[in-house]
């Protein structure tokens, strides 16, 4: 089976118990022949109580850093085996939902439920059309996500200059433009939106330091992101089991706590 980018960090704790009864203390004192004997009435006799009615140790926990890798796709990518993708170490995807004001990814709703149903976390995306309002491109992007449940990634949205309109807007009234759509997508889906920004569209607009409350999705595919990120989309090029051709790889690193 191929890898993903190396070696995948696999978090596990192991629970060590053992105990065992007290010997029993002996029915009378034993004395050397030269001891005086004693007035005194032996200690009475302790045991240690029964297994069934000792208490369960208390297992130990710890918050550890654990790596995740992770996937993005659309209906590019064609039929994918989510099985298999699972087996090959995946464990989250964020899938293209939307892009402007109309166009849903036919894919979005099979990929997502198949994806889930092998344990892959997964987060829907919206491709950002530049010069659409902000808040009509939220609506259309917040009535194809649905409600979303504490087990789903947060909303992203996905700014670029491809394949938008021939004159985009200046920096003010795109920026305030995203604002609105970000804004809109955190109060309809109570969710914190993340924000990922093409290297030619931050070039151009220079927006990641305005926008620098929202969690970065950065794309460095030349080593580890120059500011910070939440998600590290590390290569467009990855080999996945279950995906015909070349996928977006990304990186994510969370804190859980496990026992020890």
Not at 13 to 28: F, H, N, R, Y
Not at 33 to 48: E, G, H, I, N, V
Not at 190 to 208: D, K, M
Not at 227 to 252: C, F, H, K, M, Y
Request: hydrophobic letters at 35%; glycine letters at 8%.
């Amino acid at each position: 089976m191929r890898r993903v980018l190396g070696v995948m960090l696999a978090g596990a704790a192991v629970l060590v118990v053992g105990c065992s009864p007290d010997d029993a203390a002996p029915e009378t004192p034993l004395q050397s022949p030269l001891s005086t004997p004693s007035s005194k009435s032996p200690a009475p006799r302790t045991t240690s109580p029964p297994e069934a009615e000792r208490p369960s140790p208390i297992p130990q926990r710890k918050e550890v850093r654990v790596r995740h890798l992770g996937i993005d796709a659309s209906h590019h990518q064609g039929a994918i085996d989510w099985p298999a993708v699972a087996e090959d170490g995946i464990s989250f995807a964020y899938l293209k939902a939307t892009e402007g004001t109309t166009y849903t990814d036919p894919t979005f709703a099979g990929h997502r439920a198949e994806a889930q149903a092998v344990g892959i976390r997964v987060g829907g995306y919206h491709y950002f059309q530049l010069c659409s309002p902000g808040v009509d491109q939220a609506r259309h992007f917040n009535s194809v996500l649905g409600d979303l449940d504490g087990d789903d990634l947060p909303p992203a949205v996905d700014l670029e200059l491809a394949g938008s309109c021939p004159t985009p807007p200046p920096r003010a009234i795109l920026l305030a433009e995203v604002r609105a759509f970000l804004e809109q997508v955190e109060a309809t889906t109570e969710r914190e939106p993340v924000v990922y920004l093409y290297p030619e569209f931050e070039e151009e607009y220079g927006v990641a330091g305005a926008l620098g409350e929202y969690r970065q999705w950065v794309r460095s595919l030349d080593g580890r992101p120059d500011r910070e990120w939440w998600i590290w989309q590390q290569t467009d090029s990855g080999s996945v089991d279950g995906i015909a051709g070349p996928v977006d790889v990304n990186l994510i690193w969370t804190r859980e706590t496990v026992a020890r």
